[in-house]
């Protein structure tokens, strides 16, 4: 995350309202097959934000950052609290401007910034929301990414045509799991695959 104090700039192709046209994919979770072939991506889950014929933006909700915490974050960007209430993990969320965080959350907290993802769940990026969930006032439920997945227009479909994602519907319970080793095998079963049978053909590819 940046050390702007007021706010972190979203991604361009993730402002305004997230797209809802019929065929589109924001608001789902993307599920990385074996056939994938981008080790950056291997097993992840993303959620989408936004995507539209313009391109796509989605943030990968089960790869732990390894480098800092929440509380180390916060001193980073010299956000005094008392004591921290509500520690929320920080995620790769994808290759994309790592230096910028996003927070994935429940619509129980809002900002004029926050762009609804759909009626649940919303994304917000200023470092305000940061203060408020470390002070116990966030949202219920949330997680923080740094970085983002980027694709241009046509990009994402073509990907997924060649059988590099499956998609399916995101539920709160899977999207704010802290358990991040088992996500991408909860989502896989989600659509009704055994995880096992695609360990299984990506050995015999």
């Given at each position: 995350?940046?050390?702007?104090?007021?706010?972190?700039?979203?991604?361009d192709d993730a402002a305004g309202k997230a797209a809802d046209d019929?065929?589109?994919?924001?608001?789902?979770?993307?599920?990385?097959?074996?056939?994938?072939?981008d080790p950056r991506f291997e097993r992840t889950v993303i959620y989408?934000?936004?995507?539209?014929?313009?391109?796509?933006?989605?943030?990968?909700?089960?790869?732990?950052?390894?480098?800092?915490?929440?509380?180390?974050?916060?001193?980073?960007?010299?956000?005094?609290?008392?004591?921290?209430?509500?520690?929320?993990?920080?995620?790769?969320?994808?290759?994309?401007?790592?230096?910028?965080?996003?927070?994935?959350?429940?619509?129980?907290?809002?900002?004029?910034?926050?762009?609804?993802?759909?009626?649940?769940?919303?994304?917000?990026?200023?470092?305000?929301?940061?203060?408020?969930?470390?002070?116990?006032?966030?949202p219920a439920h949330s997680l923080l990414t740094l970085g983002y997945?980027?694709?241009?227009?046509?990009?994402?479909?073509?990907?997924?045509?060649?059988?590099?994602?499956?998609?399916?519907?995101?539920?709160?319970?899977?999207?704010?799991?802290?358990?991040?080793?088992?996500?991408?095998?909860?989502?896989?079963?989600?659509?009704?695959?055994?995880?096992?049978?695609?360990?299984?053909?990506?050995?015999?590819?």
């Amino acid at each position: 995350m940046e050390s702007d104090k007021d706010s972190v700039d979203m991604p361009d192709d993730a402002a305004g309202k997230a797209a809802d046209d019929d065929g589109y994919l924001t608001g789902q979770l993307l599920i990385a097959m074996p056939t994938m072939g981008d080790p950056r991506f291997e097993r992840t889950v993303i959620y989408m934000c936004a995507h539209s014929a313009d391109g796509a933006m989605g943030l990968v909700v089960n790869r732990k950052a390894s480098e800092i915490d929440f509380p180390g974050l916060l001193k980073q960007l010299e956000i005094e609290t008392g004591s921290i209430k509500n520690p929320i993990p920080i995620l790769v969320g994808g290759p994309v401007e790592t230096g910028r965080g996003f927070v994935l959350h429940s619509l129980d907290y809002r900002q004029d910034s926050t762009l609804e993802v759909t009626s649940e769940v919303g994304l917000t990026a200023t470092v305000d929301i940061l203060r408020s969930i470390a002070e116990g006032e966030g949202p219920a439920h949330s997680l923080l990414t740094l970085g983002y997945a980027g694709w241009s227009a046509g990009q994402l479909d073509n990907e997924i045509q060649a059988n590099g994602w499956l998609n399916v519907t995101a539920d709160a319970g899977l999207l704010f799991d802290e358990d991040l080793s088992e996500k991408w095998d909860r989502a896989v079963r989600k659509v009704g695959i055994d995880p096992s049978f695609l360990s299984v053909e990506a050995g015999h590819a």
